[in-house]
């Protein structure tokens, strides 16, 4: 416009054309500075709009790439483990459940077909699947046959009854805990092939009834089982062939001496439960006790009730 006189529709008309390399040709003769200008143009203009061009696709193809690789090496991961948990489902109860195993350092794997979790998992460097839980090919990729629990915590009762009935055909060993809408649906889950089905809703509404009727058990409780508090926890450990107490009495065993820990019961491996079990009672591999004390105690006594528990060495020593 200023060096030819054109208008604005000839100049724009002539610059696209000229940028888009398509040559039309001239729309009016040029003189020597426009021809100048138009030489111009097409060097940095053309070689700009290239370059920005070639930048767009890089990104898409490094982003891609980059998503393979990320996919890949979670893939990866996967494969590598055995007696893991799968989580299926990343709503309100499947994030509480995987926020208490991770902090307790157990594997898992999420399954939620949601995408806008993705980030979440990222950041949280979980191990996931972004896929729909009740396919075959989505649990095996999971590493269903390895894994040592499926928790079926998908948004509706009918989608959690299709998983459990999918992953009971594809692993009849495997332990399945499933959430429950309703009494109704415990009974589907349960007959689909869940070996524990919980309610959250009539649980939640348990509780505030305790609380009102037992208020001081129920703090108790809450104050044994809520990680935030350091004072107190109740624990289960199983006793180990390997360790030192296996055989002896809880009298012999100095667990309340050494440890300051009052134990609750003791599960025998016929699954028979002693409560309050008196000093009398032995401990035999294959039994559980359930202990209540600070946190530091539990763990020291785990490392001699199970010495191959993860730190248990570290512990003893």
Same mark, same amino acid.
């Given at each position: 416009?200023?060096?030819?006189?054109?208008?604005?529709?000839?100049?724009?008309?002539?610059? @696209?054309?000229?940028?888009?390399?398509?040559?039309?040709?001239?729309?009016?003769? *040029?003189?020597?500075?426009? /021809?100048?200008?138009?030489?111009?143009?097409?060097?940095?203009?053309?070689?700009?709009?290239?370059?920005?061009?070639?930048?767009?696709?890089?990104?898409?193809?490094?982003?891609?790439?980059?998503?393979?690789?990320? $996919?890949?090496? *979670?893939?990866?991961?996967?494969?590598?483990?055995?007696?893991?948990?799968?989580?299926?489902?990343?709503?309100?109860?499947? &994030?509480?459940?995987?926020?208490?195993? /991770?902090?307790?350092?157990?594997?898992?794997?999420?399954?939620?077909?949601?995408?806008?979790?993705?980030?979440?998992?990222?950041?949280?460097?979980? @191990?996931? *699947?972004?896929?729909?839980?009740?396919?075959?090919?989505?649990?095996?990729?999971?590493?269903?046959?390895?894994?040592?629990?499926?928790?079926?915590?998908?948004?509706?009762?009918?989608? +959690?009854?299709?998983? !459990?009935?999918?992953? $009971?055909?594809?692993?009849? /060993?495997?332990?399945?805990?499933? /959430?429950?809408?309703?009494?109704?649906? &415990? &009974?589907?889950?349960?007959?689909?092939?869940?070996?524990?089905?919980?309610?959250?809703?009539?649980?939640?509404?348990?509780?505030?009834?305790? $609380?009102?009727?037992?208020?001081?058990?129920?703090?108790?409780?809450?104050?044994?089982?809520?990680?935030?508090?350091?004072?107190?926890?109740?624990?289960?450990?199983?006793?180990?062939?390997?360790?030192?107490?296996?055989?002896?009495? *809880?009298?012999?065993?100095?667990?309340?001496?050494?440890?300051?820990?009052?134990?609750?019961?003791?599960?025998?491996?016929?699954?028979?439960?002693?409560?309050?079990?008196?000093?009398?009672?032995?401990?035999?591999?294959?039994?559980? !006790?359930?202990?209540?004390?600070?946190?530091?105690?539990? &763990?020291?006594?785990?490392?001699?009730? +199970?010495?191959?528990?993860?730190?248990?060495?570290?512990?003893?020593?």
């Amino acid at each position: 416009m200023l060096i030819e006189g054109w208008n604005a529709i000839d100049a724009l008309y002539m610059t @696209i054309t000229t940028l888009a390399t398509v040559g039309y040709g001239e729309v009016h003769p *040029l003189s020597n500075p426009g /021809r100048i200008f138009s030489m111009a143009l097409i060097v940095l203009g053309v070689g700009f709009f290239f370059y920005v061009a070639a930048a767009v696709i890089q990104f898409m193809v490094e982003g891609r790439i980059l998503l393979l690789l990320g $996919r890949r090496k *979670l893939d990866r991961k996967i494969d590598r483990l055995k007696n893991h948990y799968i989580i299926c489902g990343y709503g309100r109860i499947g &994030k509480v459940i995987c926020d208490k195993l /991770r902090r307790e350092n157990f594997d898992l794997v999420v399954i939620d077909k949601n995408p806008e979790f993705i980030d979440t998992f990222e950041s949280k460097k979980m @191990i996931y *699947l972004c896929a729909n839980a009740g396919e075959e090919a989505v649990l095996l990729k999971a590493g269903l046959h390895r894994a040592k629990a499926l928790i079926a915590a998908l948004a509706t009762d009918i989608d +959690n009854v299709f998983l !459990v009935l999918t992953a $009971r055909q594809l692993a009849p /060993r495997i332990t399945i805990i499933a /959430r429950a809408g309703n009494e109704a649906a &415990k &009974k589907k889950l349960t007959a689909a092939g869940a070996d524990t089905v919980e309610a959250p809703y009539e649980i939640g509404a348990a509780t505030m009834a305790q $609380r009102i009727i037992r208020p001081t058990v129920t703090n108790f409780l809450e104050l044994a089982f809520t990680q935030h508090h350091n004072d107190i926890q109740m624990e289960e450990i199983p006793v180990a062939d390997a360790s030192a107490l296996n055989g002896l009495m *809880l009298k012999d065993s100095g667990i309340r001496q050494q440890y300051q820990l009052i134990i609750i019961a003791i599960k025998k491996a016929n699954d028979q439960m002693l409560f309050n079990p008196s000093f009398e009672a032995e401990l035999r591999a294959g039994d559980t !006790v359930i202990a209540v004390g600070e946190p530091s105690n539990l &763990k020291r006594l785990e490392a001699v009730l +199970n010495p191959a528990a993860p730190g248990a060495k570290a512990i003893a020593d």
